[in-house]
């Protein structure tokens, strides 16, 4: 089976801050790891992934993810938040070796970038 | 670009009712994913297709069926509707293989009264 974690509810980080936002997963294979970010009434927007290779990963909107195996960790960041950038954010796992190809989303972290 | 184009956008239905939504997958996406997210909710799988096949299955309800047409659109028929089943429906797509992400639509948000 595979599960994500995203153990905080809410983010609070002042505009110009660093933004960092956790996830864990679990798997029993090797993860494909992926970010999304939610807008009010609005579908899911890919912003990054994860497949292989280098750790670090940049994506869109100068966001940026490090995978860490030995952590189970997909934690996404941005160096300087905007206002924008408020929003929901869904980790999401598939994991390679499983039957099926469906993606496993987090509970989501919402992100409040105050001016 | 094209993106996933689902219809309706919102649809209210009466309990017991019966509910279809649509998907439009973006050309050349061969896979289509259903998810429902209520509020305040992550998404929650439904069920996958893959070229027409049915390839992976969540928490769908057996009130619930869905399937992907020769197009490639895809439906969601949903039948003796309760109100619990209001939420936002999200389908999405992807190319083939594991290591693409999957782009959603805009979602049909569902209100059973």
């Known amino acids: 089976a595979q599960s994500v974690a995203q153990p905080e509810d809410q983010v609070n980080v002042a505009e110009g801050n660093p933004l960092t936002v956790k996830c864990t997963y679990s798997v029993s294979g090797n993860p494909y790891l992926f970010w999304y970010v939610q807008y009010p009434n609005r579908g899911l927007q890919f912003l990054l992934k994860y497949i292989t290779g280098d750790n670090l990963v940049k994506g869109s909107y100068g966001f940026e993810a490090e995978f860490n195996k030995s952590q189970t960790s997909f934690h996404l960041k941005k160096p300087s938040a905007l206002v924008s950038d408020s929003a929901l954010y869904f980790c999401?796992?598939?994991?390679?070796?499983?039957?099926?190809?469906?993606?496993?989303f987090g509970g989501g972290t919402r992100v409040l970038v105050k001016p | 670009a094209a993106g996933v184009i689902q219809s309706p956008r919102h649809l209210i239905k009466e309990k017991r009712e019966t509910a279809t939504l649509k998907c439009y997958p973006i050309?050349?996406?061969?896979?289509v994913y259903w998810y429902q997210q209520g509020p305040g909710q992550d998404p929650q799988f439904l069920i996958s297709?893959?070229?027409?096949?049915?390839?992976d299955k969540g928490s769908i309800p057996d009130r619930f069926s869905a399937q992907q047409f020769s197009d490639y659109h895809s439906e969601l028929n949903m039948s003796s509707l309760e109100l619990g089943d209001s939420a936002l429906y999200f389908c999405?797509?992807?190319?083939?293989?594991?290591?693409?992400?999957?782009?959603f639509g805009q979602g049909t948000r569902l209100t059973v009264v």
């Open positions: 050309p050349r996406h061969d896979t």
């Open positions: 297709f893959y070229e027409k096949m049915q390839s």
């Open positions: 999405a797509s992807s190319a083939q293989g594991r290591a693409t992400e999957a782009f």
């Open positions: 999401a796992v598939r994991d390679i070796k499983a039957a099926g190809n469906k993606l496993t």
